[in-house]
């Protein structure tokens, strides 16, 4: 297994969201706490095309999994 290249800015790209770190900072705080019974692609701020692509990438322990469990914990804390 290689070491993931991906990051949140290429998250964010990926989600076509806008990925500057300001435009981050400021989603996560926005939508922060997370409800903790909530799964984060089941979270109501995604698009169907974003929630499927979160939830393909974590079932498959992707290359995206480790970014993407990052992310979720920021939208926890």
């Known amino acids: 297994m290689h070491e993931s290249q991906h990051n949140l800015t290429s998250l964010f790209d990926q989600l076509g969201l806008p990925s500057s770190e ?20 089941n979270a109501p701020f995604w698009t169907p ?17 480790v970014v993407i469990d990052k992310f979720d914990t920021s939208l926890r804390q």
């Open 22 to 41: 300001k435009d981050i900072e400021a989603f996560i705080h926005s939508h922060r706490p997370l409800d903790p019974s909530i799964r984060l692609s």
């Open 49 to 65: 095309g974003q929630a499927q692509f979160l939830k393909e990438q974590i079932k498959e322990d992707a290359d995206w999994a």
